[in-house]
């Protein structure tokens, strides 16, 4: 069965840092995979997607993210982190097998001091 | 705004009791996704619909059930509720299979058992 793990629960940068969420997922095969933002009392919205192709991926609102097949891990990063990007960041890891299967990480809570 | 409407934005309620939160997917997309976010168990997946049919099941108790209407607008019902189902209740929807695989999640519904 597929997975996604994110081992940091809850991260902390201060304002103008770089940041790098980490994830990791275990599938046979290459799979779809995600990143989503989730602000306080809001939904979840899709920050960057991979499916194949260049393994370095362009989001909005500057986050990137980078395949790694060898590391089975899908990393996102912002070079500068702005005080509105504090917000709770889930990684997912997607199969389509005549059905859209996701499975979404735990998430890392992202907080941003001045 | 992601397309995806719901309602209600929140609802209160008393254990025993029966509710109903609906969810409108976005124009052309034909499933429909139900999560559960609590903050001790994540974000838990619990259904799929895909035009009008149940495709896969999460973690779903027998005390909920869902439907997914002609119009592709979805219900679920959540029966002789219990302390515990207070939690965030997402929809989500996606595009047709062969589309680009992302979710789109509405702004959720919030309910409380009391």
């Known amino acids: 069965a597929q997975s996604v793990t994110q081992p940091d629960i809850h991260i902390t940068v201060s304002e103008g840092a770089s940041l790098e969420l980490r994830c990791n997922y275990s599938?046979?095969?290459?799979?779809?995979l995600f990143w989503y933002v989730q602000s306080p009392g809001q939904g979840l919205q899709l920050l960057l997607k991979?499916?194949?192709?260049?393994?370095l991926v362009q989001g909005i609102k500057g986050f990137e993210a980078e395949f790694k097949r060898s590391q089975s891990s899908f990393n996102l990063r912002k070079p500068s982190v702005h005080w509105s990007d504090a917000a709770e960041y889930f990684c997912?890891?997607?199969?389509?097998?005549?059905?859209?299967?996701?499975?979404f990480g735990i998430g890392t809570k992202l907080q941003v001091i001045p | 705004d992601s397309g995806v409407t719901q309602t209600p934005k929140h609802l209160i309620t008393a254990t025993g009791q029966r509710v109903t939160l609906r969810c409108s997917p976005r124009?052309?997309?034909?499933?429909v996704y139900w999560y559960q976010q609590s903050l001790d168990q994540g974000l838990q997946f619990l259904i799929h619909?895909?035009?009008?049919?149940?495709?896969a099941k999460g973690n779903i108790l027998e005390r909920f059930s869902a439907q997914q209407f002609p119009d592709l607008h979805s219900e679920l019902n959540l029966s002789s509720l219990e302390l515990g189902d207070s939690a965030l209740y997402f929809c989500?929807?996606?595009?047709?299979?062969?589309?680009?695989?992302?979710?789109?999640f509405g702004p959720g519904t919030r309910l409380t058992v009391t």
């Open positions: 124009s052309g997309d034909l499933s």
């Open positions: 991979y499916f194949s192709g260049d393994t």
């Open positions: 989500a929807s996606s595009p047709p299979l062969g589309g680009s695989y992302e979710q789109y």
């Open positions: 599938y046979g095969a290459t799979p779809y």
């Open positions: 619909y895909y035009n009008g049919e149940e495709r």
């Open positions: 997912a890891v997607g199969l389509l097998r005549g059905y859209q299967k996701v499975t």
